[in-house]
């Protein structure tokens, strides 16, 4: 990983910096309001592709979980969420160079549970759909 990844678009901040996986992984970056919805981004390089070229499909299912998740949690009152199961779908691979989104809706939000669906585009392309579950954890008051 390089400490020193510049965001691809402007304005965006290391998407969960306290998350050495995902840092390496990655790293990937997100808008800096997320009351304006949970927008990541990516710029591909060679080691986030596979031995055919194109990018790894592990990793767009981290980057959607990983954008799900956070769209799940997009509430102050919910401390962290779990992953409860997650679908996806491949419709489209990435190469190296391209720039990848990953933008997430939260569906409903029960007392427990957060249904939330996303995708992952590079460009006008959809590489991944997914939709997933999560459990939430209530911040307990003071």
Request: net charge negative; aromatic share 8%; proline share 9%.
């Amino acid at each position: 990983m390089d400490d020193s990844a510049a965001p691809p678009l402007p304005g965006f901040v290391p998407a969960d910096p306290d998350d050495p996986f995902e840092m390496r992984a990655g790293p990937f970056f997100r808008n800096p309001d997320p009351a304006a919805g949970i927008h990541l981004a990516l710029l591909l390089e060679p080691r986030h592709c596979n031995s055919g070229g194109v990018v790894h499909g592990g990793l767009l299912m981290t980057m959607m979980d990983l954008c799900l998740a956070q769209t799940a949690r997009n509430d102050p009152a919910i401390d962290y969420v779990f992953t409860v199961s997650m679908t996806s779908d491949f419709a489209d691979s990435g190469r190296a160079g391209e720039l990848v989104e990953a933008r997430g809706e939260a569906v409903r939000h029960g007392r427990s549970l957060a249904f939330v669906r996303g995708q992952v585009t590079a460009g006008p392309r959809v590489l991944l759909n997914a939709s997933a579950v999560f459990k939430l954890r209530w911040r307990r008051p003071a």
